[in-house]
C-alpha cells in the first residue's frame, strides 16, 4: 500500500506478462553474526523504530529482538526477517510518532513468504526512497536505530562501506541518510555492524588508518556505535584518544596487540 501506485492514465503501453518474483533465500548466519546480532540488540529497547540492512547481520540483529515490545519499522528495505517479528507481535509500529501502526519502506527482498504477507496489507507502508531515506523525514520518528554494515573503520572512527581500498565493491545506499536521521532522531542511535576480521581471519577490520584509496562512507562526526562480535564500541562525543580505546577494545584479540602499538606511537601513552 502507501504511495507505490501508477494511474493507468500514465501510461502509453502496457504489457501483460507472468513471471515468478525473484527471490532472495535467507542468509546463513554464523557464530560470530550472531554475536554480533545480540551486541547489537542490547542498544534497542521497547517502542523503538528500526532501519534494518540486508544480509546476514541484520537477519542475526532480528533474532534477537523477540523479547522486545512494540518496534517500529522506517527502512529502505526489509526482509523475511521482520515478517516473523510481525506475526510475534513484536513488531507492531503502535508507539511510531510517524505514520503510527505502518511499517514504512521503500523496497523489499526475501522469499515468497515475504512477498505474500506484504501483498495488500494496509501495515505496510510502501514510500519512494526519497522520502523514505530523507534524513529530515528519518528524524521525525524519535528513538531511530540504524543499523548498517561496513567492511573497515579506522581509529578515529572514520567508517568504510563502499571500497576494498581502490576496488569499488558498493554503492552507498541509503547508509549516510540513516546515519544523520538517527541522529537528528530524539533518542536515536546510529550503528555500524560487522565482523571483526576479514579473508579467513588474516585481516583485521578494525585498523590504524583506512586503506591507500579507500573511500570514507560516513565520517568520523556521524558514527554512534561501532558493533562487532567482541563488543559494542560508543564514539560519539568521545575524543579521538578514547575513541582509539574503545574500537581496540572490540577488535579480534588476534590484532590488539598491533594496535596498541600503533595507540601508543600515536598518542605516546599506553592504553
Do not use: W
Amino acid at each position: 500500500m502507501g504511495d507505490s501506485f501508477v494511474p493507468v492514465s500514465d501510461l502509453d503501453i502496457i504489457v501483460e506478462t507472468d513471471v515468478p518474483l525473484i527471490e532472495l533465500k535467507p542468509p546463513v548466519i554464523t557464530d560470530v553474526e550472531r554475536a554480533i546480532g545480540e551486541n547489537c540488540a542490547s542498544l534497542i529497547k521497547d517502542g523503538d523504530t528500526l532501519q534494518l540492512g540486508i544480509g546476514a547481520i541484520p537477519d542475526a540483529v532480528l533474532l534477537f529482538l523477540k523479547d522486545k515490545k512494540d518496534l517500529g519499522i522506517h527502512s529502505e528495505m526489509f526482509s523475511d526477517g521482520v515478517v516473523e517479528l510481525v506475526e510475534a507481535g513484536v513488531v507492531t509500529n503502535k508507539r511510531k510518532t510517524l505514520h503510527p501502526g505502518k511499517s514504512v519502506v521503500t523496497f523489499l527482498m526475501g522469499t515468497r513468504r515475504l512477498y505474500d504477507f506484504v501483498n495488500d496489507n494496509p501495515s505496510v507502508f510502501m514510500m519512494p526512497v526519497d522520502y523514505v531515506n530523507d534524513p529530515y523525514i528519518i528524524r521525525q520518528n524519535d528513538n531511530l536505530i540504524s543499523i548498517n554494515s561496513c567492511v573497515q573503520v579506522d581509529l578515529q572512527g572514520q567508517v568504510v562501506s563502499t571500497s576494498i581500498g581502490k576496488r569499488e565493491i558498493s554503492g552507498v545506499g541509503g547508509q549516510v541518510d540513516f546515519v544523520r536521521g538517527a541522529n537528528l532522531s530524539k533518542g536515536g542511535k546510529s550503528i555500524m555492524a560487522m565482523p571483526s576480521t576479514a579473508a579467513g581471519g588474516t585481516v583485521s577490520k578494525i585498523t590504524p588508518l583506512i586503506d591507500a584509496g579507500a573511500s570514507v562512507t560516513t565520517s568520523r562526526h556521524d558514527v554512534g556505535y561501532v558493533v562487532t562480535e567482541y563488543g559494542v564500541a560508543e564514539l560519539r562525543g568521545k575524543t579521538l584518544r578514547d575513541r582509539a580505546r574503545a574500537l581496540i577494545a572490540i577488535a579480534h584479540p588476534d590484532f590488539r596487540a598491533s594496535l596498541a602499538e600503533e595507540f601508543k606511537a600515536r598518542f605516546r601513552t599506553s592504553l
